[in-house]
T-cell receptor
Framework: GDSVTQMEGPVTLSEEAFLTINCTYT??????LFWYVQYPGEGLQLLLK?????DKGSNKGFEATYRKETTSFHLEKGSVQVSDSAVYFC???????????FGAGTQVVVTP | DAGITQSPRHKVTETGTPVTLRCHQT?????MYWYRQDPGHGLRLIHY???????DKGEVSDGYSVSRSKTEDFLLTLESATSSQTSVYFC???????????????FGDGTRLSIL
């Protein structure tokens, strides 16, 4: 079945450091891919998405490129801030009912 | 932000008692979902609905039932709660005006449920 694998956390960084969170997937067909972010005590918010191979999603300085050849959708940000501390989830959508398959999540902690 | 309200936000109850969680939306979105969030598992789909009185099972539906009698409300019921159902529960909605439109889901703030 479909699955998403994310790097384990927590990932601890200093402010202004470069962030990469790896995400790989297994799916039949051509899924759409998403990154969601969850701040403490809140629900998930859509961060960015890509719907086909080679698409690049971007938002708030974060980017991810849909790589079909490596079945990956790694999240990157060039210079993190303390406010980026959160849990990040990679997810894929493969069916017409809008059901999402999530990775386990990666906690990111950014220190001043 | 999408208008999604989950209630209650926190609940503590005992094993064997029935529990109902409510998700209310003001977006008139057709699709609604219930997920549970557990460490190491991300979010897993419990049940979903694609319209009034149209529901289906997700990945972890055992021990849960749902009902949707109005577009705006989606109820999740634990008929006889067990300690393994201690979790954070999230409701989500998506537009779904066009089937397969890949509209992303919008999430509520969650219900933290503890079963002792």
């Amino acid at each position: 079945g479909d699955s998403v694998t994310q790097m384990e956390g927590p990932v601890t960084l200093s402010e202004e450091a470069f962030l990469t969170i790896n995400c790989t997937y297994t799916a039949t067909g051509y899924p759409s891919l998403f990154w969601y972010v969850q701040y403490p005590g809140e629900g998930l918010q859509l961060l960015l998405k890509a719907t086909k191979a080679d698409d690049k999603g971007s938002n708030k300085g974060f980017e991810a490129t849909y790589r079909k050849e490596t079945t990956s959708f790694h999240l990157e940000k060039g210079s993190v801030q303390v406010s980026d501390s959160a849990v990040y989830f990679c997810a894929l959508l493969t069916d017409s009912w809008g059901k999402l398959q999530f990775g386990a999540g990666t906690q990111v902690v950014v220190t001043p | 932000d999408a208008g999604i309200t989950q209630s209650p936000r926190h609940k503590v109850t005992e094993t064997g008692t029935p529990v109902t969680l409510r998700c209310h939306q003001t977006e008139n979105h057709r699709y609604m979902y219930w997920y549970r969030q557990d460490p190491g598992h991300g979010l897993r789909l419990i049940h979903y609905s694609y319209g009034v009185k149209d529901t289906d099972k997700g990945e972890v539906s055992d021990g849960y039932s749902v009902s949707r009698s109005k577009t705006e409300d989606f109820l999740l019921t634990l008929e006889s709660a067990t300690s393994s159902q201690t979790s954070v529960y999230f409701c989500a909605i998506s537009d779904g005006r066009v089937r397969g439109s890949n509209q992303p889901q919008h999430f509520g703030d969650g219900t933290r449920l503890s079963i002792l």
